[in-house]
């Protein structure tokens, strides 16, 4: 018994690891970009419904948010590359979070994480 629960832990680290060091390819690299459901103006929607703005009135700017679309479809490894502050990052990252799941890239035929770059402008009145 104490065998075959250290045989499935081993088996178990192995199969997590290799999910883990797989390879993430750059957009440009994928044969199909991922795509929201519905297509990017879509997803501009959802962002435009879901998202609470911070208390800072006439403050102008873009962040810029880069993700991996995983083979499923989620959004990982969120993270702001640029950020114009008051707490937009924070949302950006919960809204990805709650974010429906998108179709995968594609290379050669075979679904692959995907890194994906996305801009967001804020304009507050």
Known sequence: MKYLIILMLLFTTYIYSQEINEKVYSSSEVDE?????GGVEKFYKFIGKN????????LNGKIIVEF??????SI??????????????EETIRILNICP??????????????????????KTK
């Open 33 to 37: 970009k991922p795509d929201f459901k």
């Open 51 to 58: 998202f609470k703005t911070p208390e800072k009135e006439g």
């Open 68 to 73: 991996v679309i995983e083979k499923d479809g």
């Open 76 to 89: 990982t490894n969120i993270n702001i590359t640029q950020d114009i502050g008051f707490g937009y990052a």
């Open 101 to 122: 799941k998108w179709r995968p890239g594609k290379k050669n035929g075979e679904i692959v994480r995907t890194l994906y770059n996305l801009p967001i402008t804020i």
